[in-house]
């Protein structure tokens, strides 16, 4: 099977961490000991997946150092943040292919390995494949839930599953859109209209490590002692 390139997203101000992203980016804060970036690359090591794209705007300093020993790409935004739906499109030369492999670095997942599942689930004719959670398996989320999906496994708006931050995406509709800076949901948007909107439910725990009280949720979740 051919690998799916795959875009790791990193440049985030991190607002919601409080004091902790004064003086780190978030992908960098620890839980376990060890960076949240570095949890979703051990995903990724584990997954037939690459090449492999980090995209970077805040304090990239650091994160450029972090991941300097590491084979991976490097999708530069510090002149400009371009949100998920931009980001992707301004990292598209690196990723060089589609469908690509887009994954957020604030989350903690306990269970199979989604990357591996959400691969032998893509099927030709889906544009988009989400990976999404049940509300009861959310650890630290406090949304009431994005997509529901029909007998198909065809998604709409509404107060179902939650979204994990982990898809497969066809790229093509990318060029279309004439905003520099805009979300995922706009290109979610144009697929769905079509009926190339899928999910997928997740069968382990997932934690949303948005907020600090959520970095305890998370090493609770994976039997570690916070400290």
């Not at 961490?17 to 978030?26: E, F, I, R």
Request: aromatic share 4%; charged share 20%.
């Amino acid at each position: 099977m051919t690998q799916r390139p795959v875009l790791l997203f990193a440049a985030g101000l991190g607002t919601r961490m409080g004091v902790l992203t004064q003086d780190c980016p978030k992908p960098l804060i620890e839980v376990a000991k060890k960076p949240l970036i570095d949890h979703a690359l051990d995903l990724i090591e584990r997954a037939d997946v690459g090449p492999i794209v980090v995209n970077v705007h805040y304090k990239a300093d650091m994160m450029r150092e972090h991941l300097a020993t590491k084979n991976i790409l490097i999708s530069d935004e510090t002149n400009a943040l371009l949100e998920t739906g931009g980001g992707l499109r301004h990292a598209l030369p690196l990723l060089a292919a589609s469908p690509v492999v887009t994954l957020n670095t604030d989350a903690i997942w306990q269970g199979p390995n989604p990357i591996n599942a959400l691969l032998a689930s893509w099927r030709p004719e889906m544009e988009a494949l989400l990976v999404t959670v049940p509300r009861m398996n959310a650890i630290g989320h406090k949304g009431q839930g994005d997509f529901i999906a029909d007998g198909a496994g065809r998604l709409s708006r509404g107060a179902g599953e939650i979204y994990t931050g982990l898809q497969i995406i066809r790229t093509d509709d990318l060029h279309a859109i004439t905003e520099t800076t805009f979300s995922m949901n706009v290109l979610w948007d144009r697929i769905a209209k079509r009926g190339g909107l899928y999910g997928l439910s997740y069968t382990g725990n997932w934690c949303d490590v948005g907020q600090p009280e959520s970095i305890a949720l998370a090493e609770q979740m994976l039997g570690h002692d916070h400290v």
